[in-house]
């Protein structure tokens, strides 16, 4: 019995031995197995293998928890936590892509992230836009251009030869504009006109702002905006001061870059002050559907002049107060209304106040009253008030203005205007409105015009938006009918077809009626015309 039981314990002690051998030796060939496919990966990936072949690091628990750098946080120094990592592994823990992969505490790999990092910060920091509360804004080149092309037929049974009409082809306006922002607080902008130079000396005679002459010779380069303003200033609000609009309306302050036709109604030009240098102080009320705006104004215009123009040149106190009491859909749906009033204390006493065939100052007037079909004589009262009110109401593609303009001259005599504007977009779109400047801007096309080739075929893509006018335009100089004065009547008839919101093209047909002289001999224009504008 004990030679049995000998034998058995015999076969049992070489079977165990024989077994623990032949698993040690599976093992190691597993792992240099393994050992060779980590290799071999970090060789695919372009990375210096780190072990020599065949070395073996057993892991005997888990290996410790190193976080990877991330290369969208800016990169801080590692190096202490990756030098303890690289210098005192944890005892036989196994570094291989496996590991790496699913706890990141490979030393090798680690290093190559945190370089990667490091160039991911340095390509960020050349490339980072400037701090805007730091610095100014890179500046905005912008501008229009209007196109214009009239036909006028004239007819004056007094003197059909004196008052003749001529058509009209050419470039209307051509400006450029630079605009900016700095340190979230403050903007600027600076707007040129290129103009011939009887364009240029109207400017600074004529009252009003914009009579650009027949001419399309470039002479010289006029300045129009000049400005900087500053917001949320203590007791001011937004404070602007340089050369700029005065704001005697609703149609005038969205300038010729948004009228609604080739021009401003008659009543519009006649009665505004142009720009002249001063400053203003802007406040908003009521989530921005209140806006009031106050200011002091040089009398005389400067323009970009540099001759002696004397000591005293006039103030003008200029104001306007404007309400959205109804505001929804993103100024889809507006109703509008406000007024304006000015003080002129003009020490020259030089004011008149003209009309114009459908307020379109470019087409000029008949050679014997100047450029303008009706217009007062020289005014010698130095202190006189304008004022004015306006309303407005949008419904989608429904937009109905209404404003009236009156100047007092004291007893020389009061002149009147009045304007009534009714349009419709046949595609659905609305003119933009803007709270904190209280004006419409343009229309949002939903299919812009957009020609284009394909297979040898010349398509289009877009219709663009087609928007339908009608606007009404009542001018009374009737206190200066014994001169040049008398009543203006004009009709509009237009179609706005928009590309885009930026370039249009404008057709329309005015009817002008006026009845002038002491005898109130009347007399009319048929005026045609297209029209190309271009805002950039």
Same mark, same amino acid.
């Given at each position: 019995?004990?030679?049995?039981?000998?034998?058995?314990?015999?076969?049992?002690?070489?079977?165990?031995?024989?077994?623990?051998?032949?698993?040690?030796?599976? #093992?190691?060939?597993?792992?240099?197995?393994?050992?060779?496919?980590?290799?071999?990966?970090?060789?695919?990936?372009?990375?210096?293998?780190?072990?020599?072949?065949?070395?073996?690091?057993?892991?005997?628990?888990?290996?410790?928890?190193?976080?990877?750098?991330?290369?969208?946080?800016?990169?801080?120094?590692?190096?202490?936590?990756?030098?303890?990592?690289?210098?005192?592994?944890?005892?036989?823990?196994?570094?291989?892509?496996?590991?790496?992969?699913?706890?990141?505490?490979?030393?090798?790999?680690?290093?190559?992230?945190?370089?990667?990092?490091?160039?991911?910060?340095?390509?960020?920091?050349?490339?980072?836009?400037? #701090?805007?509360?730091?610095?100014?804004?890179?500046?905005?080149?912008?501008?229009?251009?209007?196109?214009?092309?009239?036909?006028?037929?004239?007819?004056?049974?007094?003197?059909?030869?004196?008052?003749?009409?001529?058509?009209?082809?050419?470039?209307?306006?051509?400006?450029?504009?630079?605009?900016?922002?700095?340190?979230?607080?403050?903007?600027?902008?600076?707007?040129?006109?290129?103009?011939?130079?009887?364009?240029?000396?109207?400017?600074?005679?004529?009252?009003?702002?914009?009579?650009?002459?027949?001419?399309?010779?470039?002479?010289?380069?006029?300045?129009?905006?000049?400005?900087? %303003?500053?917001?949320?200033?203590?007791?001011?609000?937004?404070?602007?001061?340089?050369?700029?609009?005065?704001?005697?309306?609703?149609?005038?302050?969205?300038?010729?870059?948004?009228?609604?036709?080739?021009?401003?109604?008659?009543?519009?030009?006649?009665?505004?002050?142009?720009?002249?240098?001063?400053?203003?102080?802007?406040?908003?009320?009521?989530?921005?559907?209140?806006?009031?705006?106050?200011?002091?104004?040089? %009398?005389?215009?400067?323009?970009?002049?540099?001759?002696?123009?004397?000591?005293?040149?006039?103030?003008?106190? !200029?104001?306007?107060?404007?309400?959205?009491?109804?505001?929804?859909?993103?100024?889809?749906?507006?109703?509008?209304?406000? %007024?304006?009033?000015?003080?002129? #204390?003009?020490?020259?006493?030089?004011?008149?106040?003209?009309?114009?065939?459908?307020?379109?100052?470019?087409?000029?007037?008949?050679?014997?009253?100047?450029?303008?079909?009706?217009?007062?004589?020289?005014?010698?009262?130095?202190?006189?008030?304008?004022? %004015?009110?306006?309303?407005?109401?949008?419904?989608?593609?429904?937009?109905?203005?209404?404003?009236?303009?009156?100047?007092?001259?004291?007893?020389?005599?009061?002149?009147?205007?009045?304007?009534?504007?009714?349009?419709?977009?046949?595609?659905?779109?609305?003119?933009?409105?803007?709270?904190?400047?209280?004006?419409?801007?343009?229309?949002?096309?939903?299919?812009?015009?957009?020609?284009?080739?394909?297979?040898?075929?010349?398509?289009?893509?877009?219709?663009?938006?087609?928007?339908?006018?009608?606007?009404?335009?009542?001018?009374?100089?009737?206190?200066?009918?014994?001169?040049?004065?008398?009543?203006?009547?004009?009709?509009?008839?237009?179609? !706005?077809?928009?590309?885009?919101?930026?370039?249009?093209?404008?057709?329309?047909?005015?009817?002008?009626?006026?009845?002038?002289?002491?005898?109130?001999?009347?007399?009319?224009?048929?005026?045609?015309?297209?029209?190309?504008?271009? #805002?950039?």
């Amino acid at each position: 019995m004990k030679k049995i039981s000998l034998f058995f314990v015999a076969v049992l002690l070489v079977s165990g031995i024989t077994y623990g051998f032949e698993t040690e030796i599976r #093992n190691d060939t597993a792992t240099e197995q393994m050992e060779q496919m980590a290799t071999a990966q970090e060789e695919s990936s372009g990375l210096t293998p780190k072990r020599a072949r065949n070395t073996v690091i057993r892991a005997q628990q888990s290996p410790p928890q190193v976080p990877m750098p991330d290369p969208y946080i800016p990169a801080k120094n590692e190096a202490p936590r990756l030098a303890q990592a690289t210098a005192a592994p944890h005892a036989g823990a196994v570094y291989t892509s496996a590991a790496v992969a699913n706890s990141g505490t490979d030393a090798y790999v680690y290093a190559e992230l945190e370089r990667l990092s490091n160039e991911v910060q340095k390509i960020r920091k050349d490339t980072e836009k400037p #701090n805007p509360k730091k610095s100014f804004s890179t500046p905005k080149l912008g501008g229009r251009l209007l196109f214009d092309a009239w036909t006028i037929g004239h007819s004056n049974p007094a003197s059909p030869s004196t008052e003749d009409y001529q058509n009209k082809l050419g470039l209307n306006e051509l400006r450029f504009t630079i605009t900016g922002t700095g340190y979230e607080a403050f903007d600027y902008k600076a707007e040129f006109a290129l103009t011939s130079a009887s364009a240029a000396s109207a400017a600074h005679t004529h009252p009003n702002d914009g009579s650009p002459s027949a001419s399309t010779t470039i002479g010289q380069v006029t300045l129009v905006d000049a400005w900087v %303003g500053a917001k949320n200033v203590p007791f001011l609000g937004y404070f602007r001061a340089g050369h700029y609009n005065l704001e005697t309306g609703l149609s005038y302050m969205g300038g010729s870059a948004q009228t609604t036709l080739s021009s401003m109604s008659p009543s519009t030009l006649s009665f505004n002050l142009g720009r002249k240098f001063g400053c203003t102080s802007e406040h908003l009320f009521a989530n921005d559907r209140i806006r009031w705006i106050y200011g002091i104004f040089q %009398g005389q215009n400067i323009n970009n002049s540099r001759a002696a123009v004397g000591d005293n040149q006039g103030q003008i106190f !200029n104001t306007r107060l404007t309400m959205a009491p109804y505001y929804a859909d993103s100024g889809r749906h507006v109703l509008h209304f406000g %007024g304006h009033y000015s003080y002129i #204390n003009d020490s020259t006493a030089h004011n008149s106040i003209a009309s114009y065939v459908g307020g379109n100052a470019w087409l000029h007037g008949a050679p014997s009253i100047g450029a303008a079909t009706l217009s007062t004589s020289d005014i010698t009262v130095v202190h006189h008030n304008r004022g %004015g009110l306006e309303l407005a109401y949008q419904r989608g593609p429904f937009r109905a203005v209404a404003e009236t303009f009156i100047a007092s001259f004291g007893d020389q005599g009061t002149a009147t205007g009045t304007t009534t504007e009714l349009g419709y977009f046949l595609t659905g779109e609305h003119r933009a409105y803007s709270l904190p400047t209280a004006t419409f801007g343009a229309p949002t096309v939903k299919r812009p015009f957009h020609p284009f080739k394909c297979g040898g075929w010349n398509l289009v893509d877009g219709y663009g938006a087609w928007q339908l006018v009608v606007r009404h335009a009542y001018t009374d100089l009737g206190d200066w009918r014994e001169t040049t004065g008398g009543y203006q009547n004009d009709w509009t008839l237009g179609m !706005n077809w928009f590309w885009t919101p930026n370039i249009r093209c404008i057709f329309e047909y005015t009817h002008s009626n006026q009845r002038g002289n002491a005898d109130l001999v009347s007399s009319y224009q048929d005026a045609f015309g297209t029209s190309i504008r271009v #805002n950039f």
